[in-house]
């Protein structure tokens, strides 16, 4: 793809929305590659449930990963040399990211 730029472990993109939940309010921003901190969005999420599924549904029509969007998180925040800024170690390092364990907090519909 030609927005992703390949890091010395993994591919991450070189933008992607990012989403953390907080008490106060969810988190929702754009993280860049290599750049510290994020852009945080101005859109007013009324719940952590809907800042994530907005998310994931940005980020599934640019192809980003919610490994790789997590990593994006992480190294924008803690580094990008932390473990967990590389989307390929997250299965062997967190259990979230295993294969089957990220399930939707969505109800099944009837």
């Given amino acids: 793809m ?13 933008e992607c929305m990012v989403f953390a939940p ?9 993280a860049r590659f290599h750049e ?7 859109l007013p999420f009324t719940s952590n449930e809907e800042a994530e599924a907005y998310t994931t549904f940005v980020n599934g029509l640019l192809g980003v990963t919610r ?8 190294g924008s ?15 062997k390092i967190d ?7 990220w399930r939707s907090r969505r109800p099944a519909s009837h």
């Fill in 36 to 42: 510290e901190g994020i852009k945080q969005s101005k």
């Fill in 77 to 91: 925040f803690a580094g990008w040399d932390h473990p967990k800024a590389d989307p390929e170690m997250l299965p």
């Fill in 22 to 30: 907080s008490r106060d309010g969810p988190i929702v921003g754009w």
């Fill in 95 to 101: 259990a979230r990211f295993r294969k089957g364990a």
């Fill in 2 to 14: 030609a927005w992703s730029k390949k890091t010395a472990q993994s591919a991450l993109p070189a």
């Fill in 67 to 74: 490994a790789q969007s997590f990593s994006m998180l992480v």
